[in-house]
């Protein structure tokens, strides 16, 4: 399995298309190997997972940002290590939730100006 490196520029928090692209086809490997009982290939395919993150755009040099996401892939982790393919497989399906629901959760609603917006003391009316 080759590990692609995601670029930067240098800048902490700028986020990379290539990172995400390769974290995507990363994860699918890792719930392949799961699925399929290879405990070797999914170790793996985690490992090269957390390296990702190591060069990833986030501050924390973790593969996630977001805490939820982080916790259900160490989990996943924590249940490689122990050779728990049952348990890795529930909490990769945890955290494959955590993408389904963002994606099901509407934005908020967008305020309109009922009136007069003024910015800069000039005055539009909306």
């Given at each position: 399995?080759s590990?692609a490196s ?7 928090n ?6 995400f692209s ?13 699925r399929s009982?290879?405990?070797a290939g999914a170790?793996?395919?985690y490992?090269a997972?957390?390296k990702?993150?190591q ?8 593969a996630?940002?977001?805490?939820q996401?982080e916790?259900d892939f160490s989990?996943?982790?924590?249940a490689?290590q122990?050779?728990n ?5 529930q ?5 494959q ?8 959760d ?7 100006a ?5 910015s800069s003391?000039?005055s539009?009316?909306?």
């Open positions: 399995m590990i995601a670029s930067r520029s240098g800048l902490p700028q986020q990379s298309p290539g990172y390769t974290r995507k086809t990363d994860l699918a490997q890792l719930g392949s190997a799961i009982g290879d405990l170790r793996r395919a490992q997972i957390i990702l993150g060069s990833g755009p986030f501050q924390n040099k973790e996630f940002a977001l805490t996401r916790q989990a996943i982790g924590h490689l122990s050779g393919l049952a348990g890795a497989q909490n990769f399906q945890a955290l939730q955590t993408f389904t629901q963002a994606k099901l509407p934005p908020p609603p967008i305020a309109t009922s009136g007069p917006v003024v003391n000039v539009f009316v909306a």
